[in-house]
């Protein structure tokens, strides 16, 4: 389980960094996936069997095809032959190979215990783009999910927890969450001013941008309500929402922000795989995509005003991209979620719509969103204190998470925010009301 998920972040970062990074991250792979024999299977007598051009594979007598991988480096007058009744050495750390160089019958060849370091064995590089071949969206799920798949009903406490606050522990009206190929958890904690990071396993967080008090310096962000990874640049992408920019923060040199978009209501934001950002403009009920390095950027959603067309948006909130490319934008204000497929003049509603209420065909102000693979939307909802999921084409929705009144139990939530998949296919919500960001592990996936 745990090599899959290095080697789909390894082909994450293929697409996204310098090769250099990913040769190094290879070498890591490799160290993770290192037989722990040194057995060299298929591979011809003296065939290369090592990174280690001194290392070759000597085949085992009495063994078909199979070796061992040694170094080449023995004199021939230095090995004896094996036990010719059952090729057996009497030597320790030698093996009964087959060397037709030196002896026509089978000899003890030395195995020293450092062997596995002298030649370690050949990474199985095809291996790892194979088993790589999704990139997931942001957000996304790296695994199919499926349509009947359950979540645990009690929440583990993932960061924050701890009443609302300031302590790196603590969180003060957290917004959108983002986690990473690696499970660190990323927070918009907005009244802090602040974006926090949960490593896993951590008992606290660090600040990894702004948390110098609210204006509008380089090095302070003022009611942050989203963030994002753009792992290109290795850096955070923030929606500063009372600064009205979208600014970028190094994860290397996080002391100061650069804006990246100004003049902007920005609200949620997302980016596809080609490094597009899809930001909610909330004021002009629109949602607006900037290709790498344009500052305008296009509306794709909504921009005719307020309202309830369907080219229309009402205080539009998070957005999704999936790998399609179509965009979900929570409107909020409409009680429904929108669906725009690349090139369509339109979008369509997938969630929602049927005006505000507690009903299952009903979405009571809808934040989070995200989608699976097979067009499943999943929808945190602000007063209903739910996460709903709503199958493609679907006239209702089914709860997956919550719906157990307001709460601060594991299985209650207060105003559920941000929403995000991880690799696996667990559910983060960000519980606003509760200062916490809840995980819900998925239970069953048939
Ligand atoms: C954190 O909160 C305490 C008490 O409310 C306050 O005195 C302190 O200035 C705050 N620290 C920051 C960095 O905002
Ligand atoms: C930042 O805030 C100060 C004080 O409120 C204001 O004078 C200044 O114009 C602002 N700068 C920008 C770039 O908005
Ligand atoms: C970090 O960023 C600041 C502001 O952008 C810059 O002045 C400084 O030189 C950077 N430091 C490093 C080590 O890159
Ligand atoms: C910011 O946007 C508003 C509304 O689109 C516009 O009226 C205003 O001129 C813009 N301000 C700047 C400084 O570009
Ligand atoms: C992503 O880039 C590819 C290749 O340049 C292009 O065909 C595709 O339309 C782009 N997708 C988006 C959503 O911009
Ligand atoms: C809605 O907005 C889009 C994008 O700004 C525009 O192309 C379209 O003409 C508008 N439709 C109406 C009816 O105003
Ligand atoms: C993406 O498009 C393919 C082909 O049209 C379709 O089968 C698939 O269901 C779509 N995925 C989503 C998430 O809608």
Partial sequence: MLLTIVRCFVFVLLRFVSYFVLLALLLFDISLVEVKSQFCDGISQYGRCSPNSACACYHIAGAINIGICVDVFVDCSALVACVDSDNTCYETNHRCVHHPQCHSSPVCYPVPSFNQRLCPPIPKYLDIVLLCILVHPLRGNAIDIHSNAQWQENGLTEAGGNRRGNATNQLNNPGGVYVDDDQTVYVADASNHRIMEWKMGAMSSQVVAGGNGDGNGTHQLYGPLDVIVDSETDSL???????????????RNGTHGETIISNISCWGLTMDENGSLYVAEFSKHEVRRYRRGESQGTVVAGGNGSGNRLDQLYYPRYVFVDRNNSVYVSDWGNYRVMKWLEGAKEVIVVAGGNGQGNALTQLHYPLGVVADQLGTVYVAEQLNNRVVRWPKGATEGSIIIGGNGIGDKS????????????????????DNGNSRVQKFNIASNQ
């Fill in 411 to 430: 299985n209650q939530l207060d105003w559920p925010v941000g929403l995000s998949f991880d690799g696996h296919g667990n559910f983060y919500v960000v």
């Fill in 237 to 251: 992408i923030i929606s500063d929402h009372y600064n009205k920019r979208v600014v970028r923060w190094s994860r």
